[in-house]
């Protein structure tokens, strides 16, 4: 829905919203059982609220697409994915609690090995361990360009993040093109502007990796690098304001914490269980209209392909529903951002088992179990995953008619 | 989903995709059984390919909207009906194979009976046989305008195509008003241009009709002619880029080979029986990496209203669904371009049985057999037919990831 129409319909209300994303939610039929990850899992718990609720699936962002986790996360979230994408660098920006500001450029480094020819032999250098990362990129911090700051942070094995940050009023631009040339044989190819504003952004980029050749010289395997995804924060309407709600977000995963603070929900400090961000939750319930809070270890075992893992996942998640329920939400939406089953071992396009939980207007249907299955059944059918939080915000009162 | 983005997120694979189209396929309950054609017929192959498959139902291009043969198969090539709209002329040309050019102009012409006075009064002018046709057609030819080639092609009873074609490098319009009233007891309407660019057009086929009129005069019955659903090829991405499919069409029926030439697939050759479509797909199945193959029986029983002889198609088609899946394609879909319910006696609005099968990624559902009924219980649901297309890219290995 228009984010536009949202703000006119949305009215105030007392009511809470609470959004519990399962990562990698949905699953595929295990070939020898032909049951789901979620047909297969113990989901006492969810059957029975799937019972009472309208369930349905959702669809993350259209027909065949796979979602990566920011398009998956901004649907749940209300935006058009199709319409607001996030890119690669502010992602991996996001993904290791960096703090981006809007006028920043991001993007996702690889350490290379390179012949003497400068042509990349290996294009992850041997998948250096994290302590040599670190002091990869402490070398890298010495250098310095004119006009901007320049933040290079470790993630892990290779990969690093490249943060530019202009010093003045200066503008940097997004719109250059990546040096990774995606091959081994090949030489890392220059940045190029995209658009006549982005020639001072593409530059200092080539600036910095001609330096960083220089700087990196003599450490080992890692003497090149690669830069791809070069992204700003993408501009979109604030969440609080779109929807009239006061919101926050709890997530072990930096990624997801980032996700929920680019669209301007409070991210609360939480501890490294689900179940101290259920804790959480009962201790900032006051504070807030809308709790976004978020599950990852579903789709880390569906990633890594493994089934049982995965399934026990959904078990433990189970056992964790009464703890949701007891915050007492007026809608409960358990949701997930995308399908990772474990025979795909990665995302997938298929649709998201979905339900919504409220007290009072929620329609029977026949999905009397949580499952990709049953919620075809359910009273909702396959909707846009975007729908989602409008249809929340109908069952907690917070939107006042259409139309006269 | 919009081809832009189809061509940003295709990516080469090994794999490949069958489209075989069931003309027609969707129906209605017989009055007497309340059972439809799928349903009456044996479809023993189709039932357990369905229970193996994704199944859902297609929305050729909305709710309530019958469409012709031309949306129906733009649809399910992944083009948005409602963006791409193929002409009556431009179709009633490739419907007798006629070599269109994209500078050329088709109208669909019909012989009628004028009085004294120049009044219409058989619009069809007694049906005249076909070859009276070709006799009218061979008069009508004798007619030259200046910087046009004209053609005059026959189709049947009182039905010809009219194309013109710019003979330099001028270029023609087919923005002008049609020349049938549509009623008896009317004078044929001038054509009248509807752009400032179309003047020229309109004069042409103006001095066209009035040349006719002289060479048709005591020719019988057939004594004038109206021009209608002037048209030119719609401007559309070739299919084979869009979709980075090298891609081959298989139909015996003149119009379904002309709309796949449409859209830039390649038109293999075969004999007229759909054993020998299917011949001719696995005799060319090495050269390319997507097939559309067209069965027309089902449709033409449908438009007749001979609800015993559709299902005897449908019997017919379903003892070739063997053959199709010796083939080996890694996605097959099998699909219909729009309903044709015996009962209605023509195409209707309502969405058609559709499944996908596919080696790996398919969710299990309760579809257990191929029917309008039992396919509202698959995965897919009721969702647009160009989206078809995507989910097969998908199901192929040929989607990346949409965001990071």
Not at 89 to 102: K, M, N, R, S, T
Not at 153 to 173: A, C, Q, T, Y
């Amino acid at each position: 829905m228009d984010l536009d129409l949202i703000r006119r319909l949305a009215v105030p209300n007392e009511t809470k919203i609470l959004l519990a994303v399962v990562d990698g939610l949905g699953g595929l039929p295990h070939p020898e059982t032909g049951r789901s990850e979620l047909e297969a899992a113990q989901t006492t718990h969810l059957d029975r609220l799937a019972s009472e609720s309208a369930c349905g699936l959702t669809m993350p962002v259209g027909y065949g697409i796979t979602p990566g986790s920011g398009p998956g996360h901004l649907a749940l979230f209300g935006y058009d994915p199709m319409r607001y994408l996030v890119g690669r660098g502010v992602l991996e920006a996001l993904g290791i609690d960096f703090d981006l500001q809007p006028q920043d450029v991001a993007a996702r480094g690889n350490f290379c090995t390179l012949d003497a020819k400068g042509r990349i032999i290996d294009r992850r250098a041997g998948r250096p361990a994290t302590e040599q990362n670190v002091a990869l990129c402490e070398k890298l911090r010495q250098i310095e360009l004119p006009g901007v700051q320049l933040f290079v942070e470790p993630v892990r094995e290779h990969r690093f993040v490249l943060v530019l940050r202009p010093s003045g009023s200066d503008k940097l631009s997004d719109q250059i093109t990546e040096t990774d040339p995606q091959r081994v044989g090949a030489v890392p190819l220059a940045a190029k502007p995209l658009a006549k504003e982005a020639k001072k952004t593409a530059d200092l980029v080539n600036s910095f990796v001609e330096r960083a050749r220089a700087h990196l010289n003599g450490a080992g395997p890692a003497n090149g690098l690669t830069l791809r995804g070069f992204a700003k924060q993408p501009s979109m309407p604030a969440f609080p304001q779109a929807f009239g709600l006061r919101a926050a977000a709890v997530a072990v995963y930096p990624m997801y914490r980032g996700l929920a603070k680019l669209v301007g929900m409070t991210v609360l400090q939480t501890g490294s269980t689900y179940d101290d961000e259920i804790e959480t939750l009962r201790q900032r319930w006051d504070e807030f209209d809308f709790f976004f809070v978020h599950y990852k270890a579903a789709d880390s075992a569906g990633e890594d392909g493994d089934f049982e893992r995965k399934t026990a996942a959904l078990d433990a998640f189970d056992q964790a529903v009464p703890k949701l329920q007891e915050l007492g939400a007026d809608v409960l939406m358990i949701a997930g951002d995308h399908s990772t089953p474990s025979v795909v071992a990665g995302h997938s396009w298929h649709p998201v088992p979905f339900l919504l939980h409220s007290r009072w207007t929620v329609r029977a249907d026949d999905a009397d179990s949580f499952n990709e299955r049953a919620c075809l059944r359910g009273s909702l059918g396959i909707f846009p995953a975007s729908e989602a939080l409008p249809l929340a915000m109908a069952h907690a009162g917070r939107f006042t008619k259409y139309g006269a």
